[in-house]
């Protein structure tokens, strides 16, 4: 690493559906029987087979130079056992190849809610100080084949993130 990289804070704000909204959807526990509405998860999964999964993470702390998106599909994550998390989101902008450095957000999700990116929607986590969380993932089958695109800071800018 080179001795001028910066590292960047990023104040994580805990997550609404309304600051979420330019990244995606939050998704809040609901009645059973309640009638499909805006307040589900829209998702896009038809561009291959589904895959829904739990995934462990160890510690992962709270610094990161690398962001990712998917074109092709919508992404839920969600921790198990009510665990508070943090990610680091951009806006999609499918046209370019690298993420609008002044628009990198960071969000506290907790564990009570999953949130659904929207297609194109960089972003880096999850992150947390726990020793280890399950996530629920949900994307498709061949996405960190196929649709896996990563754009390094450390490299671009010499730069890395820590949210706080």
């Not at 001028?4 to 990244?23: G, I």
């Amino acid at each position: 690493m080179s001795s001028s990289q910066t590292v960047e804070q990023l104040q994580a704000q805990w997550v609404t559906p309304q600051n979420f909204s330019p990244y995606g959807q939050v998704i809040f526990a609901s009645q059973d029987g309640k009638a499909y509405d805006v307040e589900d998860a829209k998702l896009n999964l038809q561009n291959g087979i589904p895959r829904f999964y739990i995934m462990r993470l160890d510690k992962r702390g709270r610094k990161f130079h690398k962001i990712t998106r998917h074109v092709q599909c919508t992404q839920c994550l969600g921790s198990l056992s009510g665990k508070d998390w943090l990610i680091a989101v951009c806006p999609p902008n499918n046209d370019v190849n690298e993420p609008a450095l002044e628009k990198i957000a960071a969000f506290r999700i907790p564990g009570n809610c999953f949130i659904k990116l929207h297609e194109g929607t960089w972003h880096a986590g999850p992150y947390f100080e726990h020793e280890a969380v399950d996530f629920y993932n949900l994307e498709l089958a061949d996405t960190n084949l196929v649709d896996h695109f990563t754009h390094d800071f450390l490299k671009s800018h010499q730069l890395e993130f820590e949210m706080i």
